[in-house]
């Protein structure tokens, strides 16, 4: 059923408006969730911040909209999931006694 705006009133408007706002809301964060699930915790990942070179880490936390990555050299950003990629592995030497052990960037 068609809704015409001409005739609703302004507060009728303004109703109709925090309405469309919180659904747009919503289907972002479902969105939002959604492609998080397709990364998993301890997976390393890269994006490319803009006007900087690309950046590889590994996921440590999922937030409300964001993923929290730890980069190689440290630093912490949150990261909305649609602008995360899978990276290569890093390339490690297994040793016994470090077959359960990962290392973590120092800062």
Same mark, same amino acid.
């Given at each position: 059923m068609p809704i015409d705006i001409n005739q609703l009133t302004e507060a009728e408007l303004i109703d109709l408006n925090h309405r469309i706002v919180a659904r747009l809301r919503v289907l972002r964060q479902?969105?939002?969730?959604v492609t998080m699930l397709e990364f998993r915790i @301890?997976?390393?990942?890269?994006f490319q911040?803009? @006007?900087r070179a690309?950046?590889? @880490?590994m996921?440590?936390?999922y937030n409300k909209k964001t993923v929290s990555i730890v980069t190689d050299d440290g630093h912490r950003w949150n990261?909305?999931?649609q602008c995360l990629e899978r990276a290569e592995p890093e390339a490690r030497t297994v040793t016994p006694e470090s077959d359960n052990v990962i290392d973590l960037p120092r800062r």
């Open positions: 479902l969105e939002a969730h @301890g997976e390393r990942v890269k911040p803009e @006007g690309p950046v590889t @880490g996921i440590v936390r990261v909305s999931p």
